[in-house]
């Protein structure tokens, strides 16, 4: 078994390849993708996906409360912005409250997250706990299953307002500011960790963080599936 580390161009191609494992080849949604959701189905995925987004610049603020370079803070400090939003652009998670209204949800049930499955929130949680208690190397680099997304934004621009007509066509703005927001997040990203992980130990690790992040993604998708697909929501078989 060899133990050489991998130069720069091979590393990169070892965190691309992990590409298989990221949540658009889960079933639901390849379902989402095929147009064979139903409204409910696709709204159940809208709000649980909402208490993602509302997370993820905590988890950037956590990061950047563990990082000691003020260079790197500058630039990370953006990823908040884009989320949170300020005075010339309302951010992320504004453009997703859109997005669920434009599948029939109210802002009201939205940001109550009272649709917020309780393995979405654990595997949710549980990466906020990661990116606050990890090297921050090690939480920056987590973010890049980043390097997988702009696809599957494109994608949704792409076939959505054929596949799901009756969205409204506001709902459509995350995706798009996503597209440029992300590969100017993954460009850095990927910068920080093919210059941090040298040998071959650390690039295990890398791997090893990747995969976990990916398994967060995997297991929401895992919840909704059983919740909405198969109907089997948390104590669906208990008398109330």
Partial sequence: MTTTAW????????????????????????LMNEGKLTKKQLQGWVANRFYYQI???????????????????????QRILDHDGHPDNEGGIEAWIQLGIA???TREEIVSLEHVLPAVKFAVDGYVNFARRAEWHDAASSSLTELFAPKIHQQRLDNWPEIYPWIEKEGYIYFRKRLSEARRDVEYGLKIT????????????????????????WTMADAMYLAYIYNMPPYFNIEK
């Fill in 194 to 217: 093919l210059d941090w992980y040298k040998s071959y130990e650390q690039q295990q690790r890398m791997i090893e963080i990747l995969q976990f992040k990916l398994n967060v993604l």
């Fill in 7 to 30: 130069d720069k161009e091979e590393f990169e191609n070892q965190l691309r390849g992990m590409e298989k494992y990221y949540h658009i080849h889960h079933p639901y949604h390849t």
């Fill in 55 to 77: 997370m993820i610049p905590i988890k950037d603020a956590n990061i950047l409360a563990n990082c000691p370079d003020s260079k790197t803070r500058s630039i990370w400090v």
């Fill in 103 to 105: 599948v029939g949800l």
